[in-house]
């Protein structure tokens, strides 16, 4: 993987991280269509898959317009390829239960209202608007998204035991979103992104507290999975979720839909 | 609509009350859940309201099957706003038929154990994208048919929750027609989408008003109670006339021969769907039936960890929150 030399590589890389992790776990959150436990359910899932393909078009949008090669945001999640692609691998996991879903999406959304809320002083006045506009979305989405882990972790025996178990499972996916390459060196350096590394601390302490309420345990281990925001090396699920999502672009190459 | 087929129940009230009931409801009062109301006039309500309400919600599944395959991001947003709007009018219909009396948990019990039925429109399967296109246009297009007249309803929490409603669906009729526009003014590969679509989808959306008027026993009660407001011959025949227009403009042609404008009776003269197909689908044997059930069944049953989870830890809450008052 060739690493971004110039401050246009590093910026078009940023905003691809933001608009593919978006993407995928919108994707993913989407699946559960008509299949949630309850109704009301049903609804926040479609709800929050909605803004997250609603800050995709955002994301991308700019990034296709940083790249300056007369792409769109379509182009860029339609007709990429998995190497492309530069979500953490968090938002690629498949969905398991709900109870993985949702712990998933909290593992997320803790890191992404840090994230928003960081950018919105970033020195890009886009990217700046749009973290105004997706943090509002996103503090909703964390507030949900807590609210069912803490229930679901202080409910019953089997619903401790499941969100447990997809803690455990989700756990070593979560060191991904803290680290740091020259693209962040670069983004930093100009103003428009923090470190990574720097979100991390505010991370713990926010989500030590909710699974503390949901009476789990945070595994004793510190190993991370990477390979997603580089690009260097996906899980073996994200093929398949593009398989699906592009295939009617990829079947019919140029049609206007 | 998604009411097909409501058997109108007897009732067997004091006749004095029953009178000045209907005397209410012919002067265009509405009926609240806390007055008097026959016994039949509320079962009935319960069954049509929980007809429509089982309707959006099983209808999520034919509509979900391509969210996930849909080509463009707006499509995308699009379909899940839509699918969205229609778990909520599933939820506040539910909320209607609670003021009847019903939880929403038996009413759910009702579906999924087959004593409730949905529209059979949601028995058929959506092969390819064109049909989420043809689904809005016609499908929605066929329900606010039925639904704008109900917006006048007798029982006052139905006809609120239709005005509601009828206001998103007229915006997902839109969007569905522009969405099959496009396919129609597309490659040649799109427009045979958007004719196999109408193909496949025209017959079954004439089927959702219901057998016709010769074959539809329970109206006359539904009418005079104005829980129904127009025959099925009547409302099929008005979506026919509407509907013409847009598929010739679309370049589409509906798959009836015989289809012509009749001048002396200023309407088009139609092939009426084949009523044992219809019989067939509401006895359960249409191309989704058994996975359609299952689905709500599978998500049913595998959430009840969730259901269960989430109220004990209600009941701990208010329990701690006792405690420490």
Not at chain 1, 4 to 16: I, M, R
Not at chain 1, 63 to 75: I, L, M, R, T, Y
Not at chain 2, 37 to 63: C, D, F, N, W
Not at chain 2, 293 to 307: C, E, I, Q, S, T
């Amino acid at each position: 993987m060739a690493t971004p030399v110039n401050k246009e590589d590093a910026f078009s890389q940023f905003l691809l991280r933001m608009g593919d992790n978006t993407l995928i776990l919108g994707h993913r959150v989407s699946e559960w269509c008509g299949h949630a436990p309850v109704l009301e359910e049903d609804i926040a899932l479609a709800n929050t898959a909605l803004d997250l393909i609603g800050q995709t078009q955002m994301w991308l949008g700019l990034a296709a317009e940083v790249q300056g090669e007369g792409k769109s945001a379509d182009d860029l999640a339609f007709l990429r390829d998995a190497w492309d692609f530069r979500n953490v691998l968090l938002c690629e996991v498949p969905n398991g239960d709900f109870g993985r879903t949702l712990m998933r999406q909290f593992l997320f959304d803790a890191w992404h209202s840090i994230q928003l809320g960081r950018l919105m002083k970033s020195s890009d006045e886009r990217v700046a608007a749009i973290a105004e506009k997706a943090s509002k979305e996103v503090a909703y989405h964390l507030e949900r998204s807590a609210d069912t882990v803490v229930g679901l972790g202080d409910g019953t025996e089997e619903s401790h035991r499941r969100m447990q178990e997809a803690l455990d499972y989700l756990w070593p996916y979560v060191g991904e979103m803290f680290q740091s390459d020259e693209a962040d060196a670069e983004m930093v350096k100009a103003g428009i992104a923090p470190d990574p590394a720097s979100l991390r601390e505010e991370y713990d302490v926010l989500v030590s507290r909710i699974l503390g309420d949901a009476t789990l345990i945070i595994p004793d281990s510190s190993f991370a999975h990477k390979g997603g925001r580089t690009g260097a090396m996906h899980t073996e699920h994200l093929g398949h979720l593009l398989t699906q999502m592009q295939w009617l672009q990829r079947a019919y190459p140029g049609a206007k839909w | 609509m998604y009411a097909q087929m409501i058997k109108s129940e007897a009732t067997q009230d004091d006749p004095e009350k029953l009178a000045a009931f209907q005397a209410r409801i012919d002067a265009g009062e509405k009926i609240e859940p806390k007055d008097w109301m026959p016994e039949g006039y509320r079962k009935t309500l319960i069954r049509q309201i929980g007809q429509h309400a089982h309707s959006e919600i099983v209808g999520q599944l034919p509509e979900g099957n391509w969210i996930t395959r849909a080509p463009t991001l707006e499509r995308k947003a699009i379909l899940l706003a839509k699918v969205q709007d229609e778990a909520g009018h599933g939820l506040y219909l539910y909320c209607a038929a609670e003021t009847l009396g019903v939880s929403r948990d038996e009413i759910t019990e009702m579906l999924l154990d087959g004593r409730m039925k949905y529209s059979s429109i949601f028995n058929y399967p959506t092969l390819n994208w064109a049909d989420i296109g043809a689904v809005g246009w016609l499908v929605d297009g066929a329900a606010i048919m039925n639904q704008v007249p109900l917006q006048r309803t007798s029982f006052g929490p139905y006809s609120r929750a239709m005005i509601r409603i009828c206001k998103e669906e007229s915006f997902h009729q839109r969007q569905g027609y522009d969405a099959i526009r496009k396919m129609a003014e597309g490659t040649p590969e799109q427009k045979k989408m958007a004719q196999d679509a109408l193909n496949r989808l025209w017959y079954p959306s004439l089927m959702m008003f219901g057998p016709s008027d010769k074959d539809s026993v329970h109206s006359a009660q539904s009418m005079a109670w104005k829980i129904k407001m127009n025959t099925n011959d009547e409302l099929r025949q008005k979506f026919v006339d509407q509907t013409v227009p847009q598929a010739e403009y679309l370049g589409l042609t509906i798959p009836d021969p015989d289809l012509k404008w009749n001048e002396e009776r200023g309407h088009y003269d139609y092939t009426d769907p084949d009523w044992s197909e219809f019989f067939e689908v509401i006895k359960g044997n249409g191309p989704c039936n058994v996975d359609r059930l299952a689905a709500r069944n599978k998500a049913w049953d595998d959430g009840a960890w969730v259901r269960d989870g989430l109220l004990a830890h209600a009941k701990k809450k208010a329990t701690r929150q006792h405690a420490a008052e």
